[in-house]
């Protein structure tokens, strides 16, 4: 019978262990569950797209984003400051590397800052917010009784310290500001208390401009800008409706307005934007010659230490034009690899303040992203003469220990930040010795929820 079936269907008898005319079944593919990692699909640059895209999703790219960047800005940094600044050492006839061991030294304290701020945990800097921005008013007000405070080109903002120590508090105003801003807004925030526009504004408005008020009357309208731009971003994150955030930009646009019409020199600053000429009065000088440094630079650059402005002919190349020096003596590649350093490091901290669901996270994260970013931004551009000079270092980067100390102990609150994320939390407690199954399986339980979470229903 066998035989006469298989000889009328025209197929082969088949026999399995089951016996004579039993037909194996051919097992059903398996599915693919939450716990089984789909592979990437595709050859060539899809599967490499693939690979770069779940590498860049890790729980610690943030974390490695943060930290490696803001170390090499600051390495980097330090070898233009010494490039930068030695012959500006000699004229005042002081050894060629002084500006260099004051930043070295600097960057040191500012280092122990950071990791003292990476370990630190979010409550302990809700708790530090308060009387670090008493302190700032109170050395602010110092700086505007005679005798006490310091004025340098025109700007009254600095302390000395003795010897060639000087302090310039309203460096500190910015980290303070957000601390403090990030802590009531997240206060509010629990409260429910954001949605009414008086709530939003009292007090985090007035106390900015109080802090903005006692900066120019040491007249440093570069620090009130960028002092200006993080309580815009701490507004724009807790959600400030269009109609409340333009309202303040346009008064604080007027007040802008009004202070520098008043002001011969702004007035200057604002002509020279775009300039190729150095202007009747020679009022274009810096920017001119920050643009001939730039061009001069070329592809690569004439070499480390073999810059021609910086003899004398660009004021300021070891503090608010080492952009330029740098141009001039890395090229195009060495801009845009400090560009590249600058726009990893706040993809960090957007991508930090956007993951976390604690509020205060969240605005301390995304007001250190703006101050950075804004700064950066306002130096590189006037460099480039996209924008009038403000007056402003370049963040981790230029001379000065008063902005490269609270910067650096911002950039430790984004890596702290960084660290406390749950699965960030989890990836590092893997890599410690000892500490073995509860860390890894809670790891790839978020890492499989997520990936659950990202594909179609008709793919589970």
């Known amino acids: 019978m066998l035989a006469d079936d298989s000889a ?88 060629a590397s002084y500006f260099f061991r004051k930043q070295f030294f600097a960057a040191v304290i500012g280092t122990a800052l950071l990791l003292a701020a990476s370990r630190m945990p979010a409550r302990l800097h809700r708790a530090l917010s308060y009387p670090l921005l008493a302190v700032t008013v109170f050395l602010m007000v110092l700086v505007q ?9 025109g700007n009254q903002n600095w302390i000395s310290l003795g010897g060639p120590f000087m302090l310039q508090p309203s460096e500190f105003a910015k980290l303070a500001l957000i601390l403090w801003g990030a802590d009531l807004l997240a206060r509010k925030q629990d409260k429910r208390l954001l949605t009414q526009w008086k709530h939003m504004l009292v007090p985090l408005v007035p106390v900015a401009f109080m802090l903005l008020g006692l900066i ?35 008064f604080a646009a007027f007040i802008g307005f009004v202070l ?50 910086k003899w004398g002919q660009l004021p300021e190349p070891h503090t608010d034009f080492i952009f330029a020096i740098t141009g001039e003596e890395l090229g195009l590649a060495g801009t845009l690899s400090v560009l590249a350093l600058f726009a990893a490091l ?46 402003v270092p370049l963040p981790l980067f230029s001379y000065g220990g008063s902005s490269l100390l609270p910067t650096m102990f911002a950039v430790g609150l984004l890596i702290a930040f960084a660290r406390e994320d749950p699965a960030a939390k989890a990836a590092l407690a893997m890599r410690r010795p000892g500490l073995g199954k509860k860390a890894g399986v809670r790891w790839k339980t978020m890492t499989m929820r997520r990936r659950v979470k990202k594909r179609p229903s008709g793919e589970r």
């Open 346 to 391: 706040g993809y960090a901290g957007i991508r930090v303040a956007g993951r976390t669901e604690d509020p205060f996270v969240r605005y301390a994260a995304g007001g250190v992203t703006t101050w950075i970013t804004a700064q950066a931004v306002v130096n590189i551009g006037a460099v480039l003469g996209l924008l009038p000079i403000a007056g």
């Open 8 to 95: 009328l269907t025209g197929r082969p008898a088949l026999r399995g262990r089951a016996g004579a005319g039993t037909v194996r079944r051919q097992a059903a593919p398996r599915r693919r569950g939450p716990t089984m990692p789909r592979p990437p699909r595709g050859n060539g640059p899809r599967r490499l797209y693939e690979q770069l895209r779940r590498t860049w999703d890790r729980p610690l790219t943030a974390y490695y984003l943060i930290l490696g960047s803001a170390l090499l800005i600051t390495v980097l940094g330090l070898v233009m400051v010494y490039s930068a600044s030695m012959i500006k050492a000699l004229e005042l006839s002081l050894p």
């Open 145 to 153: 009784i005679p005798g006490i405070g310091v004025s340098i080109g």
């Open 260 to 309: 520098i019409s008043n002001n011969a020199n702004r007035m200057s600053r604002l002509g020279c934007i775009g300039a190729t000429d150095l202007g009747p009065k020679g009022e274009c000088w810096q920017a001119v010659h920050g643009i001939y440094a730039l061009a001069s630079g070329g592809w690569f650059g004439s070499g480390l230490g073999a810059s021609v402005e």
């Open 216 to 250: 120019m009357l040491g007249g440093d309208m570069g620090t009130a800008i960028i002092l200006t731009a993080i309580l815009f971003g701490l507004l724009w994150l807790a959600g400030a409706p269009t109609r409340l955030f333009a309202g303040v930009l346009a």
